[in-house]
């Protein structure tokens, strides 16, 4: 079974449910290794936002992969992975002067229960430049935000 089926398999988007999103991008690519270049994800993280889709929580880009903690507020995560990868492709290739697959098919979500500590997960998330060794200090790093800094 592809692995693009297997993350699929159980998968439910509840409008007003909280998950974190992670994606790669295609054979691990350091495509946004240049902020610049991460900067247009980032781009499209906050134009899903600004189109109603979602309210973002916290996010990272990573020089190979994203994630993304939001509170759903209509459709499914699978149109909003979907529309952010898309246009976040056709942004990079563009710039890049390429063409072809940015991002592995699929993706991983993982919904968040209550009493899960959000403000815990979001520096989680924001941490993950520090641990990969990119920078010392969070505050550092170019590509990261979350609702409570």
Known sequence: ???????????FSGEGQIYVLTTNTFDREAFFADWRVGRLVVRELMRTEEEAWLDSLA????????HWLVQLRTGSLAAVMRRTKSRSSQAVNRLLGRSGQLWQQGFHDRAIRKEEDLLALAR???RNPVRAGLV???GDYPLWDAVWV
């Open 136 to 138: 010392s200090r969070v």
């Open 124 to 126: 989680y998330i924001v």
């Open 1 to 11: 079974m592809p692995c693009s089926v297997i993350l699929r398999k159980g998968r």
């Open 59 to 66: 996010w990272v880009v990573m020089p190979d992969h994203f």
